[in-house]
């Protein structure tokens, strides 16, 4: 509850400063067990997670936050360990998927030998989708997961929010807000695999998701064409430049930036004739510059509201909704 408080606070603080309306109820959910994905490192036949502000390793073998079959994994993992002897250092990737299924992706800070990659592969206690030495891909075994409560199809190494349960209330809001109607054209910025631009797309209107990385618009073409939605097209665009809207024509928006924000996209967007954006993020600091962009651009706060995307930590996720 303490948590709930401070986060609150923290939020209408921000919201006040750009005089914005008080907060909705936030969006919660179980504060334990609700992570589907995991990042460890391992140096030395060390396993864990790097202590606070060190590099030093501290060994989790149980994780009260990770989800029920990834907690059986991780298990898993201690204790058949031998393939630690195999690997010198790197980053451990473990993700789960609908059904307690669960893949790991290793990371390896050097390239192994051909004899202790085999060795790995043969010693390593739980699916094991890929091995990167030095940037390099030394070993694939492609797996699909679907996103717990979900139907998006992803790899072990693809982005996905943390929190199934509350992603799914975040999408509901999303679409809500957008109040789609017959004719509107909607662009999904940082559109990765189509978290937000499917259910949006199935509201009939037409959508354009827009993502930087090649290989992600084409998976996400694919993914569009399996669930049927002609309306819903998917770009390659750089929302880091200012030309990142260039020759697309919509009345609406939905951002999902990463920690670094959107200010390219948020300065184009008011220079724009776009009428309503949705705006979900999980940086306080970088919303705040970027709504106060859109401000300026004659946008205003219609309604705000944050989610407990990761109990137990300071983080959190926001979702504000602009209209002109």
């Not at 589907?36 to 030093?56: Q, V």
């Not at 943390?162 to 054209?185: C, F, K, M, Y």
């Not at 993020?281 to 407990?308: H, K, V, Y």
Request: net charge neutral.
């Amino acid at each position: 509850r303490a948590q709930i408080r401070w986060k609150n606070e923290r939020f209408g603080a921000m919201l006040s400063r750009l005089d914005g309306p008080q907060p909705m109820t936030p969006f919660t959910a179980d504060s334990l067990h609700y992570r589907h994905r995991l990042r460890l490192f391992f140096d030395r036949g060390k396993l864990g997670l790097r202590a606070h502000g060190s590099h030093s390793i501290v060994a989790v073998p149980n994780c009260l936050i990770a989800r029920t079959g990834l907690s059986a994994a991780l298990k898993k993992v201690y204790a058949h360990s031998d393939w630690l002897q195999y690997a010198h250092a790197g980053e451990l990737h473990l993700v789960e998927g609908a059904g307690d299924r669960v893949a790991a992706v290793l990371m390896l800070r050097k390239k192994p030998t051909q004899a202790a990659l085999d060795n790995l592969r043969g010693s390593f206690p739980i699916t094991l989708a890929q091995v990167i030495g030095e940037g390099n891909v030394l070993f694939e075994s492609p797996v699909q997961l679907i996103y717990p409560d979900g139907e998006l199809s992803f790899e072990p190494g693809d982005f996905t929010q943390v929190n199934p349960a509350i992603n799914r209330q975040l999408v509901t809001q999303v679409v809500d807000w957008l109040h789609l109607e017959s004719g509107d054209q909607v662009v999904d910025a940082f559109a990765g695999l189509g978290n937000f631009s499917l259910p949006i797309a199935r509201a009939g209107v037409q959508v354009v998701g827009l993502e930087v990385d090649d290989a992600m618009v084409g998976r996400a073409r694919m993914q569009a064409a399996e669930h049927g939605l002609d309306n819903l097209t998917y770009l390659s665009r750089d929302l880091f430049q200012a030309n990142a809207l260039a020759g697309i024509n919509v009345n609406k928006a939905l951002l999902d930036p990463p920690r670094a924000g959107a200010r390219e996209l948020c300065e184009a967007l008011a220079a724009s004739a776009v009428t309503r954006v949705v705006y979900v993020s999980c940086d306080p600091a970088t919303l705040e510059r970027d709504l106060a962009i859109l401000i300026a651009g004659g946008f205003g706060i219609s309604a705000a509201r944050w989610a407990d995307m990761f109990p137990q930590t300071s983080h959190m996720e926001s979702l504000v909704l602009l209209t002109r």
